[in-house]
Protein backbone atom coordinates (compact mmCIF):
# COMPACT_ATOMS: atom_id res chain seq x y z
CA UNK A 1 0.00 0.00 0.00
CA UNK A 2 2.92 2.16 0.13
CA UNK A 3 2.12 3.36 3.55
CA UNK A 4 5.51 4.23 4.42
CA UNK A 5 6.21 5.69 0.94
CA UNK A 6 8.86 8.74 1.12
CA UNK A 7 10.35 9.93 -2.34
CA UNK A 8 10.17 12.74 -4.15
CA UNK A 9 7.38 11.68 -6.49
CA UNK A 10 5.25 15.16 -7.26
CA UNK A 11 3.20 13.97 -10.50
CA UNK A 12 0.01 11.66 -10.70
CA UNK A 13 -0.55 8.68 -13.23
CA UNK A 14 -2.91 11.37 -15.23
CA UNK A 15 0.36 13.60 -15.21
CA UNK A 16 -1.43 16.34 -12.98
CA UNK A 17 1.03 18.22 -10.43
CA UNK A 18 0.39 17.36 -6.39
CA UNK A 19 -0.48 20.32 -4.66
CA UNK A 20 1.65 20.73 -1.01
CA UNK A 21 0.07 19.15 1.64
CA UNK A 22 0.35 22.45 3.80
CA UNK A 23 -2.30 23.93 1.08
CA UNK A 24 -6.20 24.16 0.74
CA UNK A 25 -6.09 25.61 -2.85
CA UNK A 26 -7.71 24.32 -4.81
CA UNK A 27 -8.60 21.50 -2.98
CA UNK A 28 -9.87 21.97 1.13
CA UNK A 29 -8.89 18.63 2.53
CA UNK A 30 -8.06 17.14 5.81
CA UNK A 31 -4.77 14.84 5.37
CA UNK A 32 -2.53 17.18 6.99
CA UNK A 33 0.49 17.38 8.93
CA UNK A 34 -1.22 18.04 11.83
CA UNK A 35 -4.06 15.36 11.55
CA UNK A 36 -1.64 12.69 9.84
CA UNK A 37 1.47 13.04 12.36
CA UNK A 38 4.20 10.58 11.42
CA UNK A 39 2.43 9.94 7.43
CA UNK A 40 5.14 11.83 5.69
CA UNK A 41 3.17 14.75 5.12
CA UNK A 42 4.56 18.34 5.35
CA UNK A 43 5.15 21.43 3.35
CA UNK A 44 5.76 19.68 -0.17
CA UNK A 45 3.69 18.31 -2.63
CA UNK A 46 4.94 14.05 -3.04
CA UNK A 47 2.86 12.01 -3.38
CA UNK A 48 2.04 9.71 0.02
CA UNK A 49 0.06 7.40 1.26
CA UNK A 50 -1.51 8.79 4.52
CA UNK A 51 -4.38 7.18 4.92
CA UNK A 52 -3.63 3.73 3.65
CA UNK A 53 -5.57 3.76 0.33
CA UNK A 54 -5.33 0.51 -0.91
CA UNK A 55 -4.05 1.84 -4.28
CA UNK A 56 -1.08 3.29 -2.76
CA UNK A 57 0.67 6.56 -2.50
CA UNK A 58 -1.05 9.54 -4.00
CA UNK A 59 -2.27 13.45 -3.79
CA UNK A 60 -4.10 16.03 -4.11
CA UNK A 61 -4.06 17.74 -7.66
CA UNK A 62 -3.18 21.05 -8.52
CA UNK A 63 -6.21 20.73 -11.24
CA UNK A 64 -9.31 21.88 -9.79
CA UNK A 65 -10.84 19.39 -11.96
CA UNK A 66 -9.30 16.70 -10.42
CA UNK A 67 -9.71 16.59 -6.78
CA UNK A 68 -6.70 13.79 -6.32
CA UNK A 69 -5.50 10.76 -8.48
CA UNK A 70 -2.82 7.73 -7.65
CA UNK A 71 0.70 7.89 -8.21
CA UNK A 72 2.56 5.65 -9.96
CA UNK A 73 5.56 5.10 -7.48
CA UNK A 74 8.36 2.77 -9.14
CA UNK A 75 9.06 -0.37 -7.29
CA UNK A 76 12.18 -2.36 -7.34
CA UNK A 77 12.81 -5.63 -8.70
CA UNK A 78 12.11 -8.80 -7.03
CA UNK A 79 16.20 -9.05 -6.97
CA UNK A 80 16.54 -5.59 -6.90
CA UNK A 81 17.89 -3.85 -3.42
CA UNK A 82 17.43 -0.38 -4.88
CA UNK A 83 20.77 0.28 -3.64
CA UNK A 84 22.31 2.47 -5.65
CA UNK A 85 24.50 6.93 -5.33
CA UNK A 86 21.65 8.04 -3.89
CA UNK A 87 20.44 9.06 0.36
CA UNK A 88 16.92 7.03 0.37
CA UNK A 89 16.07 4.77 2.78
CA UNK A 90 15.68 0.94 1.28
CA UNK A 91 15.24 -2.51 2.87
CA UNK A 92 17.65 -4.49 1.31
CA UNK A 93 17.79 -7.23 4.05
CA UNK A 94 13.81 -7.41 4.15
CA UNK A 95 13.60 -5.60 7.62
CA UNK A 96 9.96 -6.27 9.39
CA UNK A 97 9.67 -2.87 10.12
CA UNK A 98 10.54 -1.86 6.46
CA UNK A 99 12.74 0.61 4.71
CA UNK A 100 15.74 2.10 6.70
CA UNK A 101 19.29 4.00 6.25
CA UNK A 102 22.24 5.26 7.80
CA UNK A 103 21.97 8.96 9.46
CA UNK A 104 24.97 11.25 9.73
Known amino acids: MQKDYRGP????ESGEKCQKWTAQSPQGHSRTP???PGSGLGDHNYCRNPDNEPGG????????????????????EKDDTGLGDHNY?????????GAWCYTT
Open 9 to 12: LQVT
Open 34 to 36: DNY
Open 57 to 76: AWCYTTDPEERWDYCQVKTC
Open 89 to 97: CRNPDNEPE
